[in-house]
């Protein structure tokens, strides 16, 4: 591929354009409004899980139940239908490390086995419109923390299924599933003992202003996951984590109308689309996004295993350093085989600007199921490393790059995890 080069200014710190993106959510997503509470609670310092369901239970629809003093110590919690929750700054809201409350009924969480799939989440809503979790305050998945009954921790198990190659059985910490018009605003959320944030088939999912922490020695820790899931806004949020920063799937449903926009990632796998694209995921702009630390930076992925549609997927005004990948487009991700043929059509990559060195990774299945990528305004720095094979590429790159720091995407008070 010709590489046509030519001279570029470029200031010692690069900052994202934040013109505003053609977004692909079709609704008109504004940042979101707390609600009134309809009762306030203080931490009795001891196991709090049945005082704040019982306010949640009654709670009016429209309203939340606000924790409005001390640390807060829960088992699982079910948001109803409607009803929000409301965590104030200051106060920190922290799950029971014990498996046995988070069984599913086989006596399987906390354990490792073929499937994964032993515990409920800490906090989940199901079927629910109209719901969120709300307020400057902290959730705490404490998968850092030694299991009750056990002598080891979440994240412990997780490395010790992996060297096995089989699954823990870790609950994510915000699960939302089948559900309408869903909200999560400003919360703070760290040490998931696996997935932080997901929504499962879940029509009109804003999360707007959240902060992700947890180090990157944590497996399967990903950030906010949209799966199968429609009309998606997700805005100035700060992500560090052990896996993808954001993923977006469609294993169970199509993944469509999904907007990304003036995010930061501090350290982890990524903006991914994938590896489960079995329903097809389209119609998605990732804008104004910066990455410093990631293992990849954007991140577009498949195999024959998990294989579908991927199309209508724009790039742009997006800042990556010290990525190892700073881009990734694989369509045989691991080498995993089946009979579910991945197809990367219309992705597009715009005022892109990478400004250290990495490998990057373009990579169709054959000669007939190419990948299909327009670049436009992409610029690297001299003597990037390219592996291109099985790929149509309308346009090109530029060796260029000087810049040494990509900024916050216009979020300046985030700060990096350490």
């Given amino acids: 591929m010709q590489r046509h080069l030519f001279s570029f200014l470029a200031a010692s710190t690069v900052l994202v354009l934040l013109h505003v993106a053609t977004a692909r959510d079709l609704r008109n997503v504004v940042e979101p409004k707390t609600p009134q509470t309809c009762t ?53 809201l922290r799950a029971l490390t014990d498996p046995t409350l988070y069984d599913t009924g086989a006596k399987t969480c906390g354990t490792i086995d073929e499937y994964g799939v032993g515990c409920k989440a800490f ?17 705490d998945g404490r998968g850092s923390s030694i299991m009750t009954g056990k002598n080891i921790t979440w994240w412990h198990l997780a490395s010790n299924a992996a060297a096995v190659h089989k699954f823990q059985n870790n609950p994510r910490l915000i699960q939302i599933n089948n559900s309408v018009d869903i909200t999560v605003h400003q919360i703070t959320l760290i040490n998931s003992p696996m997935y932080h ?54 294993l169970t449903a199509p993944a ?15 903006m991914a689309i994938g590896s489960e694209t079995n329903y097809g995921v389209s119609d998605v702009t990732v804008s104004g996004l910066t990455i410093n630390g990631t293992h990849v930076g954007v991140y577009v992925k498949s195999n024959t295993m998990r294989g579908g549609l991927v199309a209508n997927i ?18 045989d991700y691991y080498h995993h085989h089946g009979n579910r043929t991945p197809e990367f059509r219309n992705i597009t990559l715009s005022n892109i600007r990478v400004l250290t060195n990495g490998t990057f990774i373009i990579h169709g299945m054959n000669k007939s199921n190419t ?48």
């Fill in 256 to 270: 469509k109308h999904i907007s990304v926009l003036n995010n930061h990632f501090n350290r982890g796998d990524g």
């Fill in 40 to 92: 306030s609670l203080k931490a009795s310092g001891e196991d709090d899980t049945k005082a704040i369901q019982k306010a949640l239970d009654p709670c009016t629809k429209g309203k939340a139940v606000a924790l409005s003093s001390g640390v807060f110590h829960s088992g699982p919690l079910t948001i109803p239908s409607g009803v929000s929750l409301l965590v104030e700054e200051g106060v920190t």
């Fill in 123 to 139: 906090i989940t809503m199901h079927g629910a419109k109209g719901s969120g979790i709300y307020g400057k305050g902290t959730i």
């Fill in 197 to 250: 944030l997901v929504a499962s088939e879940t029509h009109g999912f804003t999360v707007w202003g959240i902060t992700i922490l947890t180090r990157p020695s944590a497996l399967n820790s990903d950030g906010i996951d949209p799966i199968g899931s429609q009309n998606v806004t997700i805005a100035h949020c700060n992500i560090s984590t052990g896996d993808d920063n954001i993923a977006i799937k469609a």
């Fill in 371 to 418: 990948i299909e990528v327009a670049f436009n305004d992409v610029h690297v720095t001299k003597g990037a490393y390219w592996s291109v094979r099985n790929a149509k590429i309308k346009g090109s790159w530029v060796e260029d790059e000087t810049g040494h720091s990509c900024g916050y995407a216009g979020n300046e008070n985030l700060l990096p995890y350490s």
């Fill in 314 to 331: 724009s790039f742009e005004n997006v800042c990556i350093s010290n990525a190892r990948q700073p881009i990734s487009l694989d369509m």
